[in-house]
C-alpha cells in the first residue's frame, strides 16, 4: 500500500483514515468537524469555525469547556498521586468524594461503588439486584425497565434499555427484562398496572428507570408522583429499584438529582456524565446500606466481584470535587434557574407554531416535537436535515427524530441562548 503523506490532509481526512465513531455509518454519514479548542460554551473547529454547544457535548459538561478551576484541580492531582490501584487502597480524593457525595444524595443512600463510564454504573446496578437475591438463595432473574429506556451499550444496560435499532443485533442474547409503558401524562394508571402485572408474573429482581426525563428518547418527560406510585409498587414487593441519574444527575432537573423531587427513594442510583464537569471519564453506583449488608458476609462468595482497572481514579475523583463546588455555588444555582425561566418564556413563544407538536421544560432542559405525519426515525432524513442546519448556524444540537432539545452548558450566556432559539425557529422555514 502506498505510504500516506499526512501533511497536506486537515484533522477530519486524517481521521477517516484510522478511525470508527460511536453511531456512526461511515458509509453514508459526513465526516466528523474537527474541534481545537473550547471555551465556555463555545467550540472552534480547525477551519475556524465557531458553535455553541447546545447540548454539553452529550451532557457532561455543566460548566463550560476547558474550565480552569477544574483544569487547577486536575492538574494539583495529577502531580501529587495520578493514580493508585483501588484493590486493597484508598486515598484521600475518594474518601473526600464519597462524604460529599453522601451529603447530597438522597438520605437513603450509604454506600459507593466507582465505576468508570454511564453503562459500567448501570452494569454495577443490575449485577448487584441480581447478585443482592442470589446471596439469599432467592431465583430472581427478571429485571423490570421502561419502553424507550436508554441505559447504556453494554450487555445489561443494553438489555434494559428500549430503544431497538440499538440493540436489535443482539436480542435473543439478553437477560430478560419485562418492559412497561412511562407513566406520562394520560398514561399513569397503565404504568402502575403493567408494573403490577410484571412482578407478579415473573420473578423480578429490580426495576431501573431514568427518573422523570429518558433522554436518549427525546426527553420524554413524566411526573415525581407518578414515579413515587411506581417504586411504592416495588417496596410492597420487595423489588429493588435503580435510578439511572446519568442524564438527570448535577443539576440538570433544577434540583441537584432528580431523585430529589420525590418521596420516596430508590434503593440504587447510577452517575455519570456531569460528574467530573465532562473532564475525566468517571462513573459512580450508590446503595443504601440494606443492599450493602446483603453482600457482607464471612462467605467470599457473597462479595461483589465487580471492578474495573481505573476504578476510582484519584484524578477522576479530583475533578468530581471541584465540579461538585462548582455546582454549589450560588451562582451556578442561579445560572440553573435563570435557564430554566428563559426556556420556559421560549416554551410560551413557540409552542403554538404551526410546526410545533408539543413542547415540554424541566430544569434546564428543553424540548419540542415537531409535527410530522409518519413515525420519524430516530437517524432519519427529518433529523440529519435538522441537525445540518444547526450545524451550518454554528449550533450544535442533536435532535432525535423530530424532537428537537436543548440541554445547555449552565454557564451559556443569555445572548447565546437566545441565538439558540432563534436558530431553531429559522430551522422550521426549512423544513
Ligand atoms: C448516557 C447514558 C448512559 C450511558 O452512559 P455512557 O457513559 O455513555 O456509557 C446510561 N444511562 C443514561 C440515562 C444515559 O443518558
Known amino acids: 500500500m502506498a505510504k500516506i503523506n499526512f501533511n497536506n490532509m486537515n484533522l477530519t481526512e486524517r481521521d477517516s483514515q484510522n478511525i470508527w465513531h460511536p453511531y456512526t455509518q461511515h458509509k453514508t454519514s459526513k465526516p466528523p468537524i474537527a474541534i481545537v479548542k473550547g471555551e465556555g460554551a463555545l467550540l472552534w473547529d480547525e477551519n475556524g469555525k465557531e458553535y455553541i454547544d447546545a447540548i ?13 478551576f477544574i483544569a487547577d484541580a486536575i492538574y494539583k492531582q495529577l502531580t501529587t498521586l495520578e493514580h493508585v490501584l483501588f484493590g486493597g487502597f484508598t486515598h484521600e480524593p475518594a474518601v473526600v468524594l464519597s462524604e460529599k457525595l453522601l451529603e447530597i444524595l438522597p438520605k437513603n443512600q450509604n454506600k459507593i461503588f466507582f465505576s468508570d463510564n454511564g453503562s459500567t454504573a448501570v452494569e454495577v446496578a443490575i449485577k448487584v439486584a441480581f447478585q443482592f437475591f442470589y446471596n439469599k438463595n432467592e431465583q430472581k432473574t427478571t429485571l423490570i425497565a421502561f419502553e424507550n429506556a436508554f441505559h447504556g451499550d453494554t450487555f445489561a444496560a443494553m438489555a434494559a434499555s428500549g430503544i431497538s435499532f440499538y440493540t436489535q443485533a443482539f436480542e435473543g442474547m439478553f437477560i430478560d427484562v419485562v418492559r412497561i409503558p412511562v407513566p406520562i401524562k394520560g398514561q399513569e394508571e397503565a404504568s402502575f398496572l403493567a408494573l403490577r402485572n410484571a412482578i407478579n408474573n415473573n420473578n423480578c429482581a429490580g426495576f431501573i428507570f431514568e427518573p422523570l ?14 414515579l413515587d406510585e411506581l417504586i411504592r409498587i416495588c417496596q410492597e414487593n420487595k423489588v429493588l429499584t435503580i435510578a439511572d441519574e446519568v442524564m438527570t444527575g448535577f ?5 441537584t438529582f432528580a431523585c430529589d423531587y420525590l418521596k420516596t427513594q430508590p434503593d440504587m442510583i447510577c452517575l455519570s456524565k456531569a460528574l467530573t464537569g465532562g473532564t475525566i471519564p468517571m462513573a459512580i453506583t450508590t446503595f443504601t446500606n440494606a443492599i450493602f449488608e446483603g453482600f457482607y458476609d464471612d462467605d467470599i462468595n457473597k462479595a461483589l466481584f465487580h471492578g474495573h482497572t481505573f476504578t476510582a481514579n484519584p484524578t477522576g475523583c479530583a475533578a468530581a470535587l471541584a465540579s461538585l463546588e462548582l455546582l454549589q455555588t450560588p451562582e451556578m444555582q442561579l445560572n440553573i434557574n435563570r435557564i430554566h425561566q428563559k426556556h420556559l418564556v421560549f416554551q410560551n413563544h413557540i409552542k403554538n407554531h404551526p410546526k410545533v407538536a408539543t413542547t415540554r421544560v424541566r430544569g434546564v432542559i428543553f424540548a419540542l416535537e415537531i409535527k410530522s405525519e409518519n413515525q420519524e426515525a430516530y437517524y432519519g432524513n427529518l433529523r440529519n436535515q435538522l441537525y445540518d442546519f444547526f450545524i451550518e448556524n454554528g449550533i450544535v444540537l442533536r435532535p432525535v427524530g423530530n424532537i428537537v432539545y436543548i440541554l445547555p452548558p449552565y454557564i451559556i450566556s443569555d445572548e447565546q441562548l437566545n441565538k439558540v432559539y432563534a436558530v431553531i425557529e429559522n430551522a422550521f422555514e426549512i423544513i
Open 213 to 226: 426525563v429518558q433522554g436518549a428518547a427525546g426527553m420524554v418527560m413524566y411526573e415525581p408522583e407518578s
Open 56 to 68: 454539553a457535548s452529550w451532557w457532561v459538561n455543566p460548566f463550560g469547556h476547558s474550565n480552569r
Open 251 to 255: 443539576g440538570k432537573t433544577g434540583k
